[in-house]
């Protein structure tokens, strides 16, 4: 009798077992999104919920109300660098995203605190790292919930919350040439290669920083011994900057002359064209 019980008892905590190993699919799926602007490391993780057929704002999720901004565990948005949203500086780190929609617009809400389940019991002002009011745009239907980044620069993008027919977007700016010119300066303290010296002058010639500085670098940069045309090209665009055009237009003749050598038909075409125009 005893052996009946166990073998019964063996055979229910089998299909309790069985039963408990069923996975099955969340009604919205998790998703996960990254973005780097500059070199500024965005990262979005949310889950989709679907329309369905169902009226969306005004309904579903009410106007007026705070909204956890998708499904299941909070909504969080986390940056690796500081940034800037609507003019306020905020730490790099974790947030969660919430919504509040409104007729015609809707806000936007980055909170610190990354631990609730949808929204907070009780909502505490003092968490909110920032808040803005944005424009609700129709777009076509989106059936899932989506986020995505567009108008990338290199310190500036655009972050959008899309689902159904409407769309509302936040507007980000990085400290891309802060946080590259303190990297550069803490390198030239130091014993800089060739190749930092080259990178160093391309990056301050690209933003117009210094231009006596971006030639100085590249001179200390560019190897004799080779035939570098590429940086030679590089060379005379900077040298044709700082006003000085007859340095600037036998530096780019040299580099034809090799890249034809070379048979590089990129820059063949490159320097024929700065050609072409300083001697207008």
């Known amino acids: 009798m005893k052996t009946k ?3 019964i008892t063996l055979l229910i ?4 077992t069985a039963f408990s190993q069923i996975t099955l ?22 889950s989709r919920p679907s329309v369905k057929g169902r009226v969306i704002f005004g309904d579903l999720v009410p106007l007026d109300q705070v909204w ?5 565990e909070n909504t969080t948005f986390t940056s690796n660098t500081s940034f800037t949203i609507d003019g306020k500086n905020l730490k790099a780190g974790t947030y969660s995203i919430y919504t509040v929609p409104k007729e015609g ?19 505490d002002n003092s968490k909110e790292a920032v808040r803005i009011n ?12 989506t986020f995505s980044f567009s108008n990338i620069k290199s310190d500036t993008a655009s972050m959008n919350i899309i689902w159904d027919t409407y769309k509302i977007s936040m507007d980000i700016t990085v400290p891309t040439d802060e946080i590259v010119l303190a990297s550069i300066d803490n390198v030239m303290k130091g014993s800089p290669s060739k190749s930092e010296f080259v990178t160093a002058a391309k990056y301050y010639f690209s933003i117009d920083k210094n231009i006596d500085k971006s030639l100085e ?7 004799d011994s080779k035939d570098q045309y590429w940086l030679m090209h590089d060379n005379a665009l900077m040298l044709s900057k700082a006003g000085e055009i007859k340095k600037a237009k036998k530096m780019a003749k040299k580099s034809l002359k090799l890249a034809k050598k070379a048979e590089n038909k990129t820059y063949i075409q490159k320097n024929e064209s700065v050609l072409d125009e300083w001697n207008k």
């Not at 905590?13 to 309790?16: K, L």
């Not at 956890?68 to 299941?72: L, W």
């Open 68 to 72: 956890r901004t998708g499904a299941n």
């Open 25 to 46: 699919p969340r009604a919205s799926p998790s998703a996960e999104i990254n973005q780097t602007v500059g070199i500024t490391e965005f990262n979005v993780k949310y």
């Open 13 to 16: 905590c089998s299909i309790f």
């Open 134 to 145: 944005v424009a609700l745009k129709e777009v076509s239907k989106n059936e899932l919930l």
């Open 5 to 7: 019980l166990s073998l």
């Open 217 to 223: 670098w590249m001179t200390k940069g560019m190897d």
């Open 105 to 123: 617009s809707c806000d936007i809400i980055l909170y610190t605190d990354t631990q609730n389940w949808g929204t907070p019991r009780k909502w």
